[in-house]
C-alpha cells in the first residue's frame, strides 16, 4: 500500500522560496497524478495542481500559476513543490496527495508539512 | 470556475443521522467524493464515486448525488465522528480539482 512522506516543517521570510518534498514507498507512482493541496490555519482545503511523474505533465490551479514549480525524481520516487514570493497568507499546511486517474480521489495523502511565512 | 457549497456546520445528537449537503450546478453529472478530517490531521477518504466506500470505513457513512446535491449521510452517529468533512470533484473542463468550503459536525 502505497504511503505518501513529506518532508519537515518550514520558517521562511515574505519574499523567499520554499521547497516541500513528498516521497512515496510502497507502490510506484510514475503511473498515478500526486496533487498538492493546502490548508491556511482555520480554513478549508485548497487545490494547487498536480504532476504526473512519468511524463512530468503537470497543471497549476490559476490562483498560483507563475508562482509554483512542481516536479519530480522519479529515480527516487519523490515529487517537489515550490512556492515563489512567499507571503504570510502562504502560512498553511502543504499536502500531497495521490490521485489514479482525474476522476478519482485522493487515495493517499501525506502526513502534511507546516509552510510558516513570517518576518 | 466551479463551486461546491457546503454548510458550514451540522450539528446532531448521539446515535441519529447526520447528512452534509454539497452542492454545485448539475454535481449529480459528476463523481463526489468525501473527506473526513480531524484536528490535526491529514484529511481520510471515507466516500468516494458518489456512494462506495473504501475499506475500513464503517457502513454507517453512506453518500448519494442527485441533480443539483451530493449528501453525506452518517447513521448512528458516535462522539468520535466529529470533524470537518470536505466534497470534493473535478472539473473536467479546466482539469482543476475543486472542494468544498467544509463542514464541521458537531456531536451534541
Known amino acids: 500500500q502505497m504511503q505518501l512522506l513529506q518532508s519537515g516543517a518550514e520558517v521562511k521570510k515574505p519574499g523567499a522560496s520554499v521547497t516541500v518534498s513528498c516521497r512515496a514507498s510502497g507502490h510506484s507512482f510514475t503511473d498515478d497524478y500526486i496533487h498538492w493541496v493546502r490548508q491556511a490555519p482555520g480554513q478549508g482545503l485548497e487545490w494547487m495542481g498536480w504532476i504526473m511523474p512519468k511524463s512530468g505533465s503537470k497543471l497549476s490551479a490559476q490562483s498560483f500559476q507563475g508562482r509554483v514549480t512542481m516536479s519530480r525524481d522519479t529515480s527516487i520516487n519523490t515529487a517537489y513543490m515550490e512556492l515563489h514570493e512567499l507571503n504570510p497568507d502562504d502560512t498553511a499546511f502543504y499536502y500531497c496527495?495521490?490521485?489514479?486517474?482525474?476522476?478519482?480521489?485522493?487515495?493517499?495523502w501525506g502526513q502534511g508539512t507546516l509552510v510558516t511565512v513570517s518576518s | 470556475s466551479y463551486v461546491l457549497t457546503q454548510p458550514p456546520s451540522v450539528s446532531v445528537a448521539p446515535g441519529q443521522t447526520a447528512s452534509i449537503t454539497c452542492g454545485g450546478i448539475?454535481?449529480?453529472?459528476?463523481?463526489v467524493h468525501w473527506y473526513q478530517q480531524k484536528p490535526g490531521q491529514a484529511p481520510v477518504l471515507v466516500i468516494y464515486s458518489d456512494r462506495d466506500r473504501p475499506s475500513g470505513i464503517p457502513d454507517r457513512f453512506s453518500g448519494s448525488n442527485s441533480r443539483d446535491t451530493a449528501t453525506l449521510s452518517i447513521s448512528r452517529v458516535e462522539a468520535g465522528d466529529e470533524a470537518d468533512f470536505y466534497c470534493q470533484v473535478w472539473d473536467y473542463t479546466n482539469d482543476h480539482q475543486v472542494f468544498g468550503g467544509g463542514t464541521r459536525l458537531t456531536v451534541l
Open positions: 496527495a495521490r490521485v489514479s486517474r482525474s476522476d478519482r480521489p485522493f487515495d493517499t
Open positions: 448539475g454535481v449529480g453529472g459528476k463523481s
